[in-house]
């Protein structure tokens, strides 16, 4: 009888701990899921913003400031502007590298600032340097992925 118990004691306790841990691989698997989905919708955001930022100046260089492509190009900005911040708080919250979460502040600013080029070498010079800024966000968050990825196994 008490081989009985001792056996159903250890076997309760070899489950629990067996269910803890699926528990926690599960969990880490959607943080893993949520972080990727943030990391890349970031970088999406930031290439789109890119772009308006670039069709904004070149529309203020070219159009009348009350003109409706440059209105257009105006509220478009302001749009992406808006949705790469929002992308920019999802990577905040959902990462855990401090470094990877400031990179993506620093890019959206990088980004926005597009719009102070002086002239078209500067305003490719900024753009260029956004560009590259992003491929180093998308670097340092597979990085990032990985190592959370090898702690795990």
């Known amino acids: 009888m008490i081989g009985t118990l001792l056996g ?22 959607r943080m893993r899921d949520e972080q990727i989905l943030a990391f890349s919708s970031f970088a999406e955001a930031i290439a789109d913003l890119r772009g308006a930022q670039i069709r904004r100046w070149t529309s203020r260089q070219e159009d009348q400031p009350d003109s409706e492509q440059y209105v257009h190009a105006r509220a478009e900005s302001w749009r992406l502007r808006t949705a790469a911040r929002s992308a920019m708080y999802r990577v905040q919250l959902v990462a855990a590298d401090e470094a990877l979460a ?37 670097t340092e968050a597979r990085r990032v992925l990985r190592s959370d990825r090898a702690q795990l196994i």
């Open 8 to 29: 159903s004691t250890v076997a309760y306790l070899f489950q629990r701990r067996q269910a803890r841990f699926v528990h926690s691989m599960a969990s880490h698997g």
């Open 102 to 138: 400031n990179r993506a502040g620093e890019l959206v600013e990088l980004t926005v600032a597009i719009l102070a080029a002086g002239d078209v070498q500067d305003l490719d010079a900024s753009a260029k340097r956004s560009a590259t800024e992003t491929n180093m966000f998308i």
